[in-house]
């Protein structure tokens, strides 16, 4: 029960994701407890944490107290700064690499059918997002990009596996138009049905107004 208490805190305290092996470094050497003993109690701490408003997350850099993802939006308004936004060319050099690594700059040029501006692969190793994990023994040695455990982290996932397959992605997409053919086809109805009100109501007018001359003359008869 202490050493669950020590890794709890020791966990709510760091300010990045920590590892069994970190948190084991932690203690002083000769008081070190065994990284299954260490294990045993983040899992028990996870169990504990499953119906609270935050949760012990296991991602690739190791273990993070977070809030939900459910109440994330509520959080978010405490802090004033905005997070960045990212241009689609800059998304869209992202994902071939996390899909296709590793990647030269040249294959991401080739898949895209537009050059990829040397900012966008700045900030992309500036955010640390992704690296260079070898070059092609081609002329020139381009080097090849792959993403990083920050990547994982940021993007709240242990594994590439996590991430939703290209056929996903797609569904996704087909969806995202169908439902806006779907409003469009509503707006139109919804026209269409106002349109034949006006109409209507304009036609009842005209009728009203042919009956009440219709009655004028008939007096005058």
Aim: glycine share 4%.
């Amino acid at each position: 029960m202490e050493l669950k208490r020590i890794v709890e805190a020791i966990l709510f305290a760091a300010n990045r994701p920590m590892t069994v092996k970190q948190i084991q470094q932690v203690f002083p050497e000769i008081e070190q407890p065994d990284s299954l003993d260490i294990q045993l109690a983040i899992d028990a701490i996870i169990e504990e944490h499953k119906t609270r408003p935050v949760e012990l997350k296991k991602l690739a850099s190791g273990y993070r107290f977070q809030v939900k993802i459910e109440l994330s939006r509520w959080v978010s308004r405490l802090f004033e700064e905005k997070p960045p936004k990212y241009s689609r060319a800059l998304l869209e050099t992202l994902s071939i690499i996390a899909y296709r690594q590793p990647v030269t700059r040249g294959e991401i040029e080739d898949i895209r059918g537009v050059s990829v501006s040397s900012s966008i692969i700045q900030t992309l190793l500036e955010r640390e997002w992704v690296r260079v994990i070898a070059h092609k023994e081609v002329p020139g040695r381009p080097g090849l990009y792959g993403t990083t455990k920050q990547f994982l982290d940021y993007f709240n996932i242990e594994s590439l596996t996590e991430l939703p397959t290209l056929q996903e992605i797609q569904n996704l997409d087909l969806a995202a138009d169908n439902s806006q053919l779907h409003k469009q086809v509503d707006s139109e109805q919804q026209q269409t049905r106002q349109q034949a009100t006006e109409e209507s109501l304009e036609d009842t007018k005209i009728n009203t107004a042919a009956a009440e001359t219709n009655q004028e003359q008939a007096g005058l008869s």
